[in-house]
Structure formats: structure tokens, C-alpha cells
């Protein structure tokens, strides 16, 4: 079992930066799949971004792909989404998200691939 806190969400400006933290707890935190995910209010929850478990293979969404980077690090058991050149429409409350996938290499995409969630941490990017 794991339990995710996010955090690290703030009001940014377009164009801005900002970093995502995700925090994780359990002994086996390096079998699990990380993912970010984002709901907008009114929108449903959607994919933005996953790693494996191992930390070698990422993949994002087209809308956040060349601008977010995700990566981890398992020995502080943290996850992370490095977001770059900010937009109105990255405002959401963004979720961490984690899935058992040890030596795994394929990447889960959608909220019902995953587990475990954190509690959300809110974005909001002004013009």
C-alpha cells in the first residue's frame, strides 16, 4: 500500500514555472508506476504524465509534452512534474497516482489504471 501527499501547486504566471512534489510512504514505493493527472473544474480527470517504476521510461500527454517533465527519485520515495512555460489551461488541481508495476515498461494512461491518489494540489496560471 502507498500513501501519496502532494504538493507544490500555486498561482503562476503564464509562461512561469512551477514544481510538483509528490510524496510517497511504504516499503515498496520502486514497484509502483507514478502518474500525474489534472481535472479542470467541469472537465473530466485527465492524463498528463507517468513513469515507471524504475524511473527509465516516461511518457506525457500531447497537450504538456516539451513543457512538463516528470521524473523520480525512488530512494526519497518522491515524484516529481517539472512544469515549464505555463498556460492558462494547465489550471487544474493536479493528482499524483500510483500503480503496483514492477518491471513493467508500458505506461497506464487512464485514472482507472491506478490505485493510490493523492489528496491534489491546485494550479492556477493567470494571463
Known amino acids: 500500500q502507498v500513501h501519496l501527499v502532494d504538493s507544490g501547486g500555486e498561482l503562476a504566471q503564464a509562461g512561469g514555472s512551477l514544481r510538483l512534489s509528490c510524496s510517497g510512504s511504504?516499503?515498496?514505493?520502486?514497484?509502483?508506476?507514478m502518474a500525474w493527472f489534472r481535472q479542470a473544474p467541469g472537465k473530466e480527470r485527465e492524463f498528463v504524465s507517468t513513469?515507471?517504476?524504475?524511473?527509465?521510461?516516461?511518457y506525457y500527454a500531447d497537450s504538456v509534452k516539451g513543457r512538463f517533465t516528470i521524473s523520480r527519485d525512488n530512494l526519497k520515495r518522491m515524484v516529481y512534474l517539472q512544469m515549464n512555460g505555463l498556460k492558462p489551461e494547465d489550471t487544474a488541481v493536479y493528482y499524483c497516482?500510483?500503480?503496483?508495476?514492477?518491471?513493467?515498461?508500458?505506461?497506464?494512461?487512464?485514472?482507472?489504471?491506478?490505485?493510490?491518489w493523492g489528496q491534489g494540489t491546485r494550479v492556477t496560471v493567470s494571463s
Open positions: 511504504g516499503p515498496t514505493f520502486d514497484h509502483y508506476a
Open positions: 513513469i515507471t517504476y524504475n524511473g527509465r521510461g516516461t
Open positions: 497516482a500510483a500503480r503496483y508495476a514492477p518491471d513493467r515498461s508500458d505506461y497506464f494512461t487512464g485514472p482507472f489504471d491506478y490505485t493510490y
